[in-house]
C-alpha cells in the first residue's frame, strides 16, 4: 500500500447549516487558519445557495468548493434539481453523491448514485461519492458484503480515466451525527475492503491511487489516530465542519 503517493483530501459537508452571510464568515475565519496547510486538498461542501457567497470568500485561499447533490440529468422538468452544468458554471469542483442522509430520506439509490456520477464526471467536477453500511448490517456480520456491492454498483460503467476524479468516502451509516466512531481498525478495514474492489474492477494502480475518505464523527480528537491508518486517505466531515477551529485542527491532523 501507497499511502504517501495518494492524495489526502479533507472536506467538510455542511448539509443543511449556513446561509450565505454565515458561510462567507465561516470561510474567511477558517482560511487563516489552514493557509499554508498543503499537505491535504481542503474542501467546503456547502449548500446550493451558498456556493457563490462561499466562492467569493475562498477566492485567493487553498480552500475548494463543493456542492452536496447533483441530478443526472443535462436540464428538463425537473423541479427543485440542479444540473452538473449549473455547477460547474457557479466554479464549483466537487460534489457529494450518495450521502446516507440522500439515501435515506430522499430516495437516493446505488442505481441513481451511479448515475449522478456519470453526469457529474462528464460535466468535470470532482465525485466525492459516499457509501457505507447500516447499523444492521454491521451487527449482522455482512459489512464486507454491503460495502462491496455498493462499490461495485456505484462505479458501474465507469472507466479507470473516470476513477482519477473520484472519492469514495466511506460512511458506516452508524456513525454519522451520532458522536459513534467507527475505530481506526474498523475504518481502515473497511477502506481497505473498497480499495480491493477497485484493483479487481480495474486494476493495482487504478486502486492505488484513490482517495478513500473516512466520514461519521471525524473530530479534532479522533482525526489522527484514523487519519494514520494505512487506507484512511482523509475525511468527510460534518459537525465539525460547521466550527473553523475544529475543521482547521482535522486539517493540521492531516499534515
Ligand atoms: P458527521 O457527518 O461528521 O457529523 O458525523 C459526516 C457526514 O455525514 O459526512
Known amino acids: 500500500m501507497n499511502k504517501a503517493t495518494r492524495k489526502t483530501v479533507i472536506a467538510g459537508n455542511w448539509k443543511m447549516n449556513m446561509t450565505p452571510s454565515a458561510a462567507a464568515k465561516l470561510i474567511s475565519e477558517l482560511a487563516p ?9 481542503i474542501v467546503l461542501c456547502v449548500p446550493f445557495v451558498d456556493i457563490d457567497a462561499a466562492i467569493k470568500a475562498a477566492e485567493g485561499t487553498n480552500i475548494k468548493i463543493g456542492a452536496q447533490n447533483v441530478h443526472f440529468k443535462e436540464s428538463g422538468a425537473y423541479t427543485g434539481e440542479i444540473s452538473a452544468a449549473m455547477l460547474c458554471e457557479v466554479g464549483v469542483e466537487y460534489v457529494i453523491i450518495g450521502h446516507s442522509e440522500r439515501r435515506q430520506y430522499f430516495g437516493e439509490t446505488d442505481e441513481t448514485v451511479n448515475l449522478r456520477t456519470k453526469a457529474a464526471l462528464a460535466a468535470g467536477l470532482k465525485v466525492i461519492l459516499c457509501l457505507g453500511e447500516l447499523l ?3 451487527q449482522s456480520g455482512i459489512t464486507e458484503e454491503i460495502v462491496s456491492m455498493q462499490t461495485k454498483l456505484d462505479l458501474a460503467g465507469l472507466t479507470k480515466e473516470d476513477l482519477k476524479n473520484v472519492i ?3 460512511e458506516p451509516v452508524w456513525a454519522i451525527g451520532t458522536g459513534l466512531t467507527a475505530t481506526p481498525e474498523q475504518a481502515d478495514e473497511a477502506c481497505g475492503v473498497i480499495r ?8 493495482k494502480e487504478t486502486a492505488e491511487a484513490l ?8 473530530n479534532d480528537a479522533n482525526a489522527k489516530e484514523l487519519l494514520a491508518k494505512v487506507n484512511v486517505d482523509g475525511g468527510l466531515i460534518g459537525g465539525a465542519s460547521l466550527k473553523s477551529d475544529a475543521f482547521a485542527a482535522i486539517v493540521d491532523a492531516a499534515q
Open 136 to 138: 444492521e448490517a454491521r
Open 211 to 218: 482517495t478513500i475518505q473516512y466520514g461519521g464523527s471525524m
Open 33 to 41: 487558519k489552514v493557509a499554508g496547510k498543503n499537505e491535504c486538498d
Open 168 to 170: 469514495i468516502a466511506y
Open 196 to 203: 480491493n474492489v477497485v484493483e479487481n474492477l480495474y486494476d
